[in-house]
């Protein structure tokens, strides 16, 4: 098991839900980062929280839209979404601030998009 | 030139064989290194994270940098069917936004029984 607690583990949405992923870390640590997954392809950043400030939004479309209620939580905010955006979120979290330190994952939440 | 760049495989070894998996990069900005672990449905483990130029030894595994060839290595000694996994390698800069998480492509490692 990691430290990085991601729930749920599988979500199926619909075209107009409204759904929210949901991340928890009691590391410690300062930067929190969400990322997303293709299968067979490396993780692509998404958003990066720093001291709990939104530090980088990697030009996401808004239809995502992610939340730091405090320095253990972190939660995405899923609106509208296309097929394509099907894929593994990972929430990853790192000790110091952005890109200080190792990021250390989550097992994930597998997203699909119906 | 994609500024990391690992051969994603597939590899397959027998079980007890010396595995290599490398990465280049061309980034010199690049100071920090790490290998994940992921297994099929699971969240990338951090497995090594090195620094500086050398070796890194943790039980069977070794990782490797060289900063003047910008060319990382990730040694595993007597492989197990339990390192059957994907392997990406993973680097960054010296902190803050322009020095983000960049990683290989990952390879795909299968130990055979």
């Known amino acids: 098991d990691t430290e990085v607690t991601q729930t749920p583990k599988h979500l199926v949405m619909g075209m107009t839900n409204k759904k929210s992923l949901k991340c928890e870390q009691h590391?410690?640590?300062?930067?929190m980062y969400w990322y997303k997954q293709k299968a067979k392809k490396p993780p692509e950043l998404m958003f990066v929280?720093?001291?709990?400030?939104?530090?980088i939004n990697e030009s996401v479309p808004s239809r995502f839209s992610p939340e730091c209620p405090n320095s253990s939580l972190l939660n995405l905010h899923l609106h509208a979404l296309q097929p394509e955006d099907s894929a593994l979120y990972l929430c990853a979290s790192s000790q110091q601030g952005t890109f200080d330190s190792p990021l250390h994952f989550g097992n994930g939440t597998r997203l699909t998009v119906t | 030139q994609k500024e990391v760049e690992q051969d994603p495989g597939p590899l397959s070894v027998p079980e007890g064989a010396i595995v290599s998996l490398n990465c280049t990069y061309s980034n010199s900005a690049f100071q920090y290194f790490m290998w994940y672990r992921q297994y099929s449905r699971k969240g990338p483990e951090l497995l090594m994270y090195?620094?500086?130029?050398g070796n890194k030894e943790d039980g069977r595994f070794t990782a490797q940098v060289d900063k003047s060839s910008k060319y990382i290595s990730l040694f595993i000694r007597d492989s197990q069917p339990s390192d059957s996994a994907t392997y990406l390698c993973?680097?960054?800069?010296?902190?803050?936004?322009?020095?983000?998480?960049?990683f290989g492509k990952g390879t795909l490692l299968t130990v055979n029984p």
């Open positions: 929280y720093s001291y709990e400030k939104l530090s």
């Open positions: 090195t620094y500086s130029s």
């Open positions: 993973a680097m960054f800069g010296g902190g803050g936004s322009n020095y983000k998480l960049t």
């Open positions: 590391m410690g640590h300062r930067a």
